[in-house]
């Protein structure tokens, strides 16, 4: 058996939706270690990721938000991407900024 994982287990999982229609397609984006593990904790904590290619064709957006029973979707951070080289820079920054506004959101249950 290897030691190594399967790429869906060290990628982070987003929910794609795609066009015409907005059907979903699961995807995973392979990450460093560092994001990776942040990603999890936000994961764990009930963050979603999404992805979606825009109208354009060019640009890409990714969110990650907090699904709230009590209230609408509350999104704690997007990026705006050509779609390209810069993508997994995005994805880096998005983690990030969704850890730090949950963590600004929750002090009391910080990751």
């Given amino acids: ?3 190594e994982l399967e790429p869906e ?3 982070i999982f987003f929910t794609q939706f795609l066009r015409p229609d907005g059907r979903r397609a699961d995807i995973h984006i392979v990450r460093p270690p560092e994001i990776l593990a942040v990603a999890r904790k936000l994961e764990t904590a009930g963050v979603q990721f999404e992805a979606e290619v825009l109208r354009d064709d060019v640009t890409v957006s990714f969110t990650a938000s907090l699904p709230n029973p009590e209230s609408e979707v509350l999104y704690l951070a997007t990026e705006l991407v050509p ?3 810069k993508v997994l820079e995005a994805v880096d920054k998005l983690v990030m900024r969704a ?3 949950y963590n600004e959101m929750h002090p009391e249950k910080a990751l």
């Fill in 1 to 3: 058996m290897s030691d």
């Fill in 9 to 11: 287990e060290e990628g």
């Fill in 83 to 85: 779609n390209g080289p």
């Fill in 99 to 101: 850890f730090a506004r």
